[in-house]
């Protein structure tokens, strides 16, 4: 079980703005714990699923935050976007409060598997290139993938910046446009240039996997989820050191 912590602390932690904000909301009557008014906001509470509801919103506790989030076309990766909206536009202000970044970024035009966190631990753990995290891409082309083309992609293509060859770990042709494709390292527009390595070409790009997680089905283009402990648990499993 958690230690207790103040309720000041618990919102300020979740984003809720500053303590003294906290404290205030507290004081409005305007935070319920467990669905029972808080009347002091230095009350230690137990936060093991602890939900709280602020100005009338439910809100689970999360002593960090791990979403999974389905990202539609025309959205950037970043903070400060420079040509579209940012996807972090899309999530609660109190993320972003919270400090949540990317779990690696996806292409404006990419659609799919986005991670964000605000545990830099986790992050780290899951984009540094070394863990050999896969990740699968479905590619939609506008000519038809050869057999030749699915042979070079997992025999190694070497792209103009790097010496070494990039490999596909695993290729599934899902029709004569639409290739599954595995790689362990996405950075610098990998995929697009693997593909036009091999003399194709990427009309969408869509991400279903990040090692042994997958989108959940029924999370629509623009929405988040959190990811609880077992989901966690499959995704650092998924990391080989
Ligand atoms: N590779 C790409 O080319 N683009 C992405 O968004 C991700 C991987």
Redesign the pocket.
Known sequence: MAKPISLEKILFSQGFGTRRYCSDLVYADLVKVNGVLAEDSDEKIATDNLVLNVEGQDWEYHEKAYLAFNKPPHYECSHKTTHHSSVYSLLPSLFIERGVQCVG???YD?TGLLLISDDGQFIHKMTTPKKNIGKV?EITTPEPMTQKQIECLLNGVVLEDDPKPCYATACLQLSEHVLAMTIVE?RC?????MMAAVGNH?AG?H?TEIGAYRMPADLAEGEWRWLYPDELKQLSQSVVS
């Open positions: 970024r996806l292409d990419t891409y996405g527009h990998k995929v697009k240039r990427v790009l991400r």
